[in-house]
Nanobody, 123 residues
Framework: EVQLVESGGGLVQPGGSLRLSCAAS????????MSWVRQPPGKGLEWVSS????????TYADSVKGRFTISRDNAKNTLYLQMNSLKPEDTAVYHC????????????????WGQGTQVTVSS
């Protein structure tokens, strides 16, 4: 059974940083691209970032480029999202998602995702 469990969310002031983690199990983590998506309050899912199976290729939404960094540790079956210079508009539930593919530039081929972790950016 595929399981994705996010952690690391919380309340942070504008300009602050958070690091999200996603622990994966139930599949061969290193075979698949992974993504982060988010759902702001009252809005639909929004793709944030993707990383290929070996971590050598990453892509970002324009809204987070230069502020967020996606990474993975295949030995630990864990996906990360380092978020810096956070803005109130980054407030959302953040989900990690598994792709059906080994490379998935905009996370369009997601087949599983976790329950999410809440990130709130507010003063």
């Amino acid at each position: 059974e595929v399981q994705l469990v996010e952690s690391g969310g919380g309340l942070v002031q504008p300009g602050g940083s958070l690091r999200l983690s996603c622990a994966a199990s139930g599949f061969t983590f290193s075979n698949y691209a992974m993504s982060w998506v988010r759902q702001p309050p009252g809005k639909g899912l929004e793709w944030v970032s993707s990383i290929n199976r070996f971590g050598g290729s990453t892509t970002y939404a324009d809204s987070v480029k230069g502020r967020f960094t996606i990474s993975r540790d295949n030995a630990k079956n864990t996906l990360y999202l380092q978020m810096n210079s956070l803005k109130p508009e980054d407030t959302a539930v953040y989900h990690c998602a598994k792709s059906r593919l080994s490379r998935d530039v905009e996370g369009r081929y997601r087949d599983y995702w976790g329950q999410g972790t809440q990130v709130t950016v507010s003063s």
